[in-house]
Structure formats: C-alpha cells, structure tokens
C-alpha cells in the first residue's frame, strides 16, 4: 500500500538591499530521512523602490488616459473585493479581481501580477466562472470573476492594496457596416483599465 501526502508553505523573504540573491536550499526531514525539494534554489531579484515607485505613477497616469478615451457607451471596468476589510494576525482573507462590463467578447486579456507589501499571497490562477448579470448605471452588463487571491499578513497595521491593471481587447459593433461588401459588423478594439485601491487592517490576535 502506498501513501501520498501533500505539504505546503509559505515563507516571507524581507530584503536589506537591492541586488540579487539566492534563496536557501529547502529540505525536508522525515523520520531522520532528508527528502530534497524541487527546486532547490532560486534567484530573486530586488529592484530600487524609488524607481518602482516612478515608474508606476507614468503607468497610473497613462491608463487614465487610455480609460478617458473609451466610448461613453462603453463599459469595461475592474474591481477588487475584501470578504473582509479587517483581520487578526496569522488570519488569511479572500481577495476577489471582477472584470465588469457591458462588451463582450474579449480577446487576449492580460493582467499585471500584484505587488503587495508585507503580505504573503497566494491564486489559483484564472477563474473560467460564467458571468453574473448587474447593472451599472442603469445599464445592463456581465460581472466575471476572473481572478482569486487568498491574503496573509505578515505584520499589524494597514496593509494598502494597490491597483491591478488589465488589458486587452473587445468586439465592437460598427455605427454603419457594409453589409454589401460582406464586411465584418464588429471589429477589434484595445482597452485598458485598473481597479480600485483597498485598505486591510491587521489586528494582534
């Protein structure tokens, strides 16, 4: 008979300085048996905050501008929910990403992966849920959550969530096609847009 047992942890990796550096190898002890683990390493790297922190303001500033160019009849917006907005220490919460929107279908979507200070997290990855049917300003749209995140704090106080940004592209109907012609009524149109900041407060148990 053979039995299959599967383990996992987290660990949180604070930096003192930008560089590069290799994680230490992991191993397991089982009944004074070392189990190697795959990987056995890997190298981080540790960028300059400061520029970071630059360079994500000309983003923010650019998708503004992108968001202010999109049709007025055009909906396409992206939200990040807290089941909870305050937890104790050594609690998780689920963080939900929803894609909203009365376009659809969309094509190549892509959404910048999450940097969250003092917070271990961890997704699943996609989520292919069928949409929910809402309303935004009196409009009839879908609602998609398309991505899970479960959150760990590591320290007490507030933790800020910053805004995810996605992109891609949406089929729109053309104003006045040529139907004689046998042209598409539809055509490909790029987006891009961002969620919503979020505060989670850390309790001491």
Request: contains cysteine; glycine residues 4%.
């Amino acid at each position: 008979m053979t039995t299959t047992n599967k383990i996992k942890w987290g660990a949180s990796i604070k930096p003192l300085k930008e560089g590069q550096f290799t994680t230490p190898e992991v191993i397991l002890l089982h009944k004074n048996d070392t189990i190697p683990i795959s990987p056995v390493s890997k190298t981080v790297t540790i960028a300059n905050k400061v520029k970071e922190r630059k360079d994500k303001e000309e983003k923010s500033s650019l998708k503004n501008e992108v968001s202010n160019t999109m049709p007025d009849n055009v909906i396409i917006r992206l939200e990040t929910v807290l089941d909870r907005d305050a937890i104790n220490l050594g609690d998780s919460v689920l963080m939900k990403v929803k894609l909203q929107s009365n376009q659809s279908p969309f094509n190549n979507i892509r959404i910048a992966p999450i940097e969250i200070d003092d917070c271990f997290y961890e997704s699943d990855g996609w989520n292919s849920a069928e949409p929910v049917p809402i309303t935004i300003d009196g409009k009839d749209c879908f609602e998609w959550t398309v991505l899970e995140y479960m959150l760990t704090p590591l320290v007490t106080g507030t933790i800020r969530i910053p805004e995810i940004e996605i992109k891609g592209v949406y089929r729109a109907r053309e104003d006045d096609p040529d139907l004689f012609f046998h042209l598409s009524p539809f055509r490909n149109v790029p987006f891009k847009t961002h969620s919503n900041k979020l505060k989670l407060k850390v309790r001491k148990q």
